[in-house]
């Protein structure tokens, strides 16, 4: 069975980078579109990166676009979120789910990482 873990979260400056990981085991990452979501107090979650099983395809909301980038190392199954510029409206626990297709509805993921917390503040 897939069990992802998620790493990398913390407290950074506005204008900052941190990189998150997601790290699997149980089963191979090859297969899998892997997203990663978000999710703040008194907020939904918002789907914030994907990229296809191969990497060839990958998207963005809108509210990263140009700051965050996901990436990915089959051979590690591992899947990174590299995020510059990081504002302070990007706080949120980040969570990683794969599934079989890209997108940012919760239902195509069937297995979830249990969340790295980041906060941007000064």
């Known amino acids: 069975q897939l069990q992802l873990v998620e790493s990398g979260g913390g407290l950074v400056q506005p204008g900052g980078s941190l990189r998150l990981s997601c790290a699997a085991s149980?089963?191979?990452?090859?297969?899998?579109?892997i997203a990663w979501f978000r999710q703040s107090p008194g907020k939904e979650r918002e789907g914030v990166s994907c990229?296809?099983?191969?990497?060839?395809?990958?998207n963005y909301a809108d509210s990263v676009k140009g700051r965050f980038t996901i990436s990915r190392d089959n051979a590690n199954n591992t899947v990174y979120l590299q995020m510059n510029s990081l504002k302070p409206e990007d706080t949120a626990v980040y969570y990683c789910?794969?599934?079989?297709?890209?997108?940012?509805?919760?239902?195509?993921?069937?297995?979830w990482g249990q969340g790295t917390r980041v906060t941007v503040s000064s």
């Open positions: 990229i296809s099983s191969s990497g060839g395809s990958t």
């Open positions: 149980g089963s191979t990452l090859v297969y899998y579109s």
């Open positions: 789910a794969a599934g079989l297709n890209c997108g940012y509805s919760g239902s195509l993921f069937g297995s």
